[in-house]
């Protein structure tokens, strides 16, 4: 059990810090930013799904998805 926790990563704040600098810069409209939100987002949700119920795990998915589309609309839009 101890060799599990140990395992486990802990989420940084400097995790969340890029995973949010990245969503203002695409909200804005640098969509070049895009592949940082992706990188930061999928290994922010990586570490955290490590302590996700299966319910939890789908439901940021989901937030994911829809954070994805919203910005694909905004993008073509443009």
Do not use: C, Y
Not at 48 to 58: E, Y
């Amino acid at each position: 059990m101890a060799d599990q926790l140990q395992q486990v990563e802990k989420i940084l704040p400097e995790d969340i810090a890029r995973t949010f600098e990245a969503a203002v810069n695409v909200f804005q409209g640098k969509s070049e930013h895009m592949d940082d939100l992706l990188k930061n987002g999928g290994t922010l949700l990586r570490k955290a799904s490590k302590n996700f119920t299966s319910t939890q795990l789908i439901l940021s998915v989901a937030a994911l998805a829809v954070v994805a589309i919203v910005v694909i609309n905004r993008a073509t839009e443009d």
